[in-house]
């Protein structure tokens, strides 16, 4: 993943805790790739899933997400960057990264 899609998959997680999604084909599908990412992780990984609530849902900073979690910075950063890339790897299925340099 290049910094520039890590940025707009982040970007796309905080409009999405934002609730100001939907809006065009392109956030639709950052949408759809974003429920699909909390789906999996809902079924596999709790800890991604309360994440992704914690931080992009609720907006905590990172220190209270850690505590919240029990975790530690390189556990937070790891299981971020999870997801961040399984987000990633949704919205690059539905062209995302592609219809949004045409546009």
Request: with cysteine; charged share 30%; aromatic share 10%.
């Amino acid at each position: 993943m290049t910094n520039e899609q890590r940025n707009k998959t982040r970007l796309a997680l905080y409009r999405y805790g934002m609730r100001q999604r939907a809006r065009n084909p392109v956030e639709h599908s950052w949408c759809a790739a974003i429920e699909e990412s909390l789906t999996y992780y809902r079924q596999h990984d709790p800890l991604r899933a309360d994440l992704f609530e914690l931080r992009y849902v609720q907006h905590r900073t990172e220190d209270d997400v850690m505590d919240r979690l029990h975790i530690g910075r390189t556990t937070y950063k790891k299981a971020q960057q999870d997801l961040l890339s399984t987000v990633a790897v949704y919205a690059a299925e539905r062209g995302v990264f592609y219809r949004e340099t045409d546009s």
